[in-house]
């Protein structure tokens, strides 16, 4: 199984993006997924995670700013993010929750800067 994040850029601060995570393999509907960051000289950090009936977690800085969601058919996971800061900046990346170590895939760069 293989994991593809997408959707990353430049956005001004408060605005949004939307980050889709495309699994390759029919097992995807089986797993916990999550979506995690990296900012330069920080530790990977769990951003939000949904579990395989749909109920979900976020890290606080993210709490009703940002949305994690799933399509099992399309085997794919989303994350919505809104009203984005400056601290937002990093890589974002997707795997299982918890992670797995070989799923780390390259991840997308999202920028929040004016």
């Known amino acids: 199984v293989q994991l593809q994040a997408s959707g990353g850029g430049l956005v001004q601060p408060g605005g949004s993006l939307t980050l889709s995570c495309a699994a390759s393999?029919?097992?995807?509907?089986?797993?916990?997924m999550g979506w995690y960051r990296q900012a330069p000289g920080n530790q990977r950090e769990i951003v939000a995670g949904?579990?395989?009936?749909?109920?979900?977690i976020y890290a606080d800085s993210v709490k009703g700013r940002f949305t994690i969601s799933r399509d099992n058919a399309k085997n794919t996971v989303y994350l919505q993010m809104n009203s984005l800061k400056p601290d937002d900046t990093a890589v974002y990346y997707c795997n299982r929750w918890p992670a797995t170590q070989y799923l780390w895939g390259q991840g997308t760069q999202v920028t929040v800067s004016s």
């Open positions: 393999g029919s097992i995807f509907s089986d797993w916990a």
């Open positions: 949904i579990r395989t009936g749909g109920s979900t």
